[in-house]
């Protein structure tokens, strides 16, 4: 299982992402979050195959389709760390941590 912990920044709505797969394909997520879009989003995804997410382009990607018709907030970096954990609960790429850092002049 990977579990991701997310602070998606000045919004302050903080999201854990829980992911598991017994096959390589099929991933099960969990979700759990303060924002009640993001909540909706988790729960109309439940187990989506990995391939379908981690390979398609943003306009097909079941993911982003989704994220679209529960939140309109495009910078929102959720969407992309769910993607994150289901390529590293299916075993396509490993876990690493990611990061936006702003530089203040």
């Given amino acids: 299982m990977v579990r991701l912990e997310l602070d998606p920044g000045i919004c302050?709505?903080?999201t854990r992402i829980e992911a598991?797969?017994?096959?390589?394909r099929l991933v099960r997520l969990g979700i759990e979050s303060q924002?009640?879009?993001i909540?909706?989003?988790g729960e109309s995804l439940g187990e989506v195959d990995a391939y379908q997410v981690?390979?398609?382009g943003f306009r097909e990607s079941p993911v982003y389709r989704a994220a679209g018709e529960h939140f309109k907030h495009a910078a929102?970096?959720?969407p992309s760390a769910i993607i994150k954990a289901v390529e590293a609960a299916a075993g396509?790429?490993?876990p690493k941590d990611v990061r936006f850092t702003?530089?203040?002049n």
């Fill in 102 to 104: 702003f530089e203040h």
């Fill in 20 to 24: 598991s797969s017994e096959d390589g």
């Fill in 92 to 94: 396509l790429a490993l």
């Fill in 54 to 56: 981690c390979f398609a």
């Fill in 39 to 41: 909540q909706a989003l």
């Fill in 76 to 78: 929102c970096p959720v």
């Fill in 35 to 37: 924002c009640p879009s």
């Fill in 12 to 14: 302050g709505l903080k």
